[in-house]
């Protein structure tokens, strides 16, 4: 069954059934012309077109822009004062986990609250809900004696809101832009949050040093307005009318379409083993200081080397597009991912690890592109929201599982010895998902021969391209 339907095909088709918002002038502001895929040879560096016609996907990279920036002050802003406060690296560990916790929770609910409201106001709800657990932060950094348990309560708050607002976000994608446009759209979402890892850290460290803590909890605060207030220009996105379900049922439906679709659960289940190897981060100092012998600096280097692969690949990554074998890329992606990585435990050489961290960073940052534009493709409407929650939830327990079973590894095995376990095992694991995954190894991004239809949700929400037929 065809599973590719795009709004382009949409409106190729009669629209007898469509219930056509009559409030049409707030459709997405690009026109069907704008939305067409390029015809052209694809692109090595990012296409800068989609950002340019499409108003509505403007407003999102600028709104997401500002809400990387927002949080990505907060993770400095946190531990740095809760380590000022208490002076134990075990609390600010708590802080952490909490927020974790909440992220966790917050894709999981954002899922199922995607595919149930109007995914406008949702996200708005959930962006303002956070910049209020932002605003109570900075008042109590601006207190003359701050409160750890408020911290930690609001930590858990912001991680929860935050990641609903990102779920209902990816959910909205395909509304917005069109399924044959979401490489670029997914190349465009990982720039912006891998640009703002790497300047939102300095420039809340920035504040902190300069005016303090409180100036910079206010900061993301004013962050989050200005996100909110951006966001406000996105078009209504109703939900598919379905019969109502009990959360937990709906959250299982979510679920179990992974193992109905096959393509999607196996680009979801590469997608975790692939998250696994971020976990390598906690053994940068100790391999620092017992391998390359060198100082905080160059532990800082290695740390940033990951982002800028990342940020690499998703400038350079306009080539993806117009892969034929896009499911077999995918699988050749995350494999040498970890190639790159085991590659760590056969040299002492800081510059080579630099090197080798920044392969990885590309190659798994190649691999997450392909696996945002397949499960974006490939999934129904009506259950996007819950699905993109699932896929967000591995990526980030992937990386905490990951770094658990390294650190469980150097109980046992020397720093080297545990890397080239680690990365071993998974590269075996990706050869056993090759081969058992036929779906994925003949999987493209034109088309679809295993997975459900989602033809039928033209029928069900009023296309981009359909509310500007109807409004011409």
Not at 25 to 31: D, G, I, K, V
Not at 42 to 59: E, I, K, V, W, Y
Not at 324 to 350: E, K, Q, T
Not at 453 to 467: C, H, I, M, N, V
């Amino acid at each position: 069954m065809d599973t590719q339907r795009s709004p382009k095909a949409s409106q190729e088709t009669p629209n007898e059934g469509h219930a056509v918002s009559p409030d049409s002038s707030r459709a997405p502001a690009h026109a069907s012309a704008e939305n067409k895929p390029s015809k052209s040879k694809p692109s090595l560096l990012l296409d800068l077109s989609l950002l340019r016609d499409n108003a509505a996907f403007r407003t999102v990279v600028i709104a997401r822009t500002l809400s990387v920036f927002s949080l990505g002050m907060l993770t400095v802003a946190v531990p740095v004062q809760i380590q000022g406060l208490t002076g134990s690296p075990m609390q600010v560990g708590i802080a952490m986990a909490l927020g974790g916790g909440g992220a966790f929770a917050g894709l999981l609910a954002g899922g199922v609250f995607a595919d149930r409201w109007d995914r406008r106001k949702l996200i708005l709800f959930a962006r303002s809900v956070c910049g209020l657990g932002f605003a109570a932060l900075a008042i109590n950094g601006f207190s003359s004696s701050p409160s750890v348990l408020a911290i930690y309560a609001l930590a858990l708050w912001d991680g929860f809101f935050s990641a609903l607002g990102v779920t209902a976000l990816l959910a909205a994608t395909p509304f917005l832009v069109g399924r044959e446009n979401l490489g670029a759209a997914g190349q465009f979402n990982m720039l912006t949050v891998r640009m703002g890892g790497i300047l939102s850290p300095a420039l809340g460290g920035m504040v902190i040093a300069s005016f303090g803590v409180g100036w910079n909890y206010l900061a993301a605060a004013i962050g989050a307005l200005l996100t909110v207030a951006q966001l406000m220009r996105l078009p209504p996105m109703p939900p598919a009318k379905r019969e109502p379900q009990h959360p937990l049922r709906a959250l299982g439906a979510g679920i179990g379409y992974l193992f109905v679709n096959r393509l999607v659960g196996a680009v979801v289940a590469v997608g975790a083993l692939v998250s696994l190897g971020g976990g390598v981060r906690i053994l940068l100092p100790a391999l620092a200081e017992d391998i390359y012998r060198v100082g905080p600096s160059a532990v800082g280097m290695m740390y940033a080397a990951a982002p800028l692969g990342a940020t690499v690949a998703a400038l350079t990554g306009g080539w993806l597009g117009g892969f034929a074998r896009s499911g077999a890329l995918l699988l050749a992606s995350g494999a040498a991912a970890f190639v790159a990585l085991g590659s760590l435990g056969f040299v002492s050489d800081p510059a080579f690890a630099f090197v080798a961290l920044a392969g990885f960073g590309y190659l798994s940052s190649i691999a997450s592109l392909l696996q945002f534009t397949l499960v974006q493709r490939h999934t129904p409407e009506h259950l996007l929201g819950r699905v993109n929650g699932l896929w967000a939830a591995q990526a980030v327990t992937g990386d905490a599982f990951g770094a658990l079973a390294l650190g469980g590894l150097t109980r046992v095995f020397p720093l080297t010895s545990t890397i080239l376990i680690f990365s071993l095992v998974a590269l075996l694991s990706s050869a056993a998902m090759a081969i058992g995954f036929r779906s994925l190894r003949f999987a493209s991004l034109e088309k679809s021969e295993d997975s459900p239809s989602t033809a039928d949700d033209k029928s069900e929400r009023p296309q981009p391209q359909l509310l500007k037929r109807e409004k011409a």
